[in-house]
């Protein structure tokens, strides 16, 4: 994670983007380049060069980015920064299925570097779908164009790592064998949101949460990821996915490890990494049946989201027509170690909801003691932490109050920090820290092998509970709804019930 006050420029590097026509390049890739260069955070000596299969001229790719950019930008562009961005930019045409055509790259990249001077450094970015990873990454190694010698190689991997534990495992062997872990960079943009890296300063920089962050007074988390959105044009890959692996292994185990973990020694890259993958591998690993009874699954049916018309997910474009495959997910999971042991962390997400929300809740226990229960006073609100990306980024506090008055009355409040209120920043994509700290060679946001099996090995009794039952439990909801109602019986059983969401 960059510091902020001491922002070095990265060193003379090339950033190669396979998979350059697609949506990710145009929509975050380019636009976060865009901003680091308007920041000068890109290095002076700096070459792009977008590996594609149809042939595109330089020309045509950097017209074709340039228009990605003016949509997608989160700034106003800026032509003087775009120009010197886009000057930058060469494109190349390579295919992994004809080997020759990475030996022709390879000697591309040799002339342009030799002409940019960018000494060697290479960042190679899949923005591709994952089925050409291993492909693309064996090519790469058998022309040498990962070997360090006496210059930096880095390949960034986006997501989805694997599809449930096999696969990753696989997968992380399969690269291990062409490159160094070091090398290796699995991005999950959910880090380069500001209120997902605060969640360790918060934590670790004030000295009034840490000692009640603990089974003694937390009565239990939830973390939500709502989206209003329905599947839209990804149904191909959506339908193969569905909320859990496209969602919870990632993003919402991002987010419970770095609220969950223990403090690391030091805040660097082996340190974090090595607690996050602990707190993962403590999640208790469910059986079938556990892991069916303390979950939901739905799928939205067709609806509206306020004044959106949603179609019917069977309906959707590449969606097959009898397709089990959840749009919505909900568990309940336990950490066996001594800080949580006892303390349930419930999990929810899915798409076609009624808001979009994406927020870590932390319920404290109630006061151990009813002094109020002689007054007119029945029941105390609940006293949350809640730390919020989405819609807002920032932190809520909710506590008891006595409303003013001759007689006891209380009432919740809410006492609220917004980001915006207090720094004024220029909107990011959230790809900007994550590109400049894998140019730097920082590595803490990354995800590093054993976190991302630690995470698959936890929601693989899941994914095997789901695939037995098929359409036996999938639970249909409606577009603009809170999910389905099973997921509030999840919690009702213990007792609880979700934060009401606005
Ligand atoms: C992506 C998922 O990784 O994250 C999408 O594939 C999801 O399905 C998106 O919509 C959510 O990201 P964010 O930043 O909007 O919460």
Redesign the pocket.
Known sequence: MADAHVQKKPDPCSFVIFGVTGDLTHRLVIPALYNLAAGHLLPDKFCVVGVARNGMSSDELIDSLMKGLRQYATRPVDESVAKRLFECVTAVEADPSDPASFDALRDRLDRLEAKRETGGNRLFYLATPPSAFLPISRELSRTGMLAENGSWRRLVVE?PFGTDLASAKTLNAELLKLMDEHQIYRID??LGKETVQNILVLRFANGMFEPIWNRNHIDHIQIT?D?K?GVGH?GSF?DATGALR??VP??LFQLLSLVAMEPPARFDAHAVRSEKGEVLSSIQTQTEEEAQKNSVRGQYRAGKVGDTEIEDYRKTEDVKSGSTTETYAALKLTIDNWRWAGVPFYLRTGKALGVKR?EIAIKFKQAPFAMFRDTSVDRLSQNYLVIST?PTEGIELQFNTKVPGPTINIDGVEMKFRYKDYFRTAPST?YETLIYDCMIGDNILFQRADSVEAGWAAVQPFINAWKKAGARGLKIYDPGSEGPEEADELLARDGRSWRKLT
Do not use: F, I, P, S
């Open positions: 997501k943009h959910y990821v989206e959105l990804r959506y496209d969602m990632n993003h994406t989405e959230g």
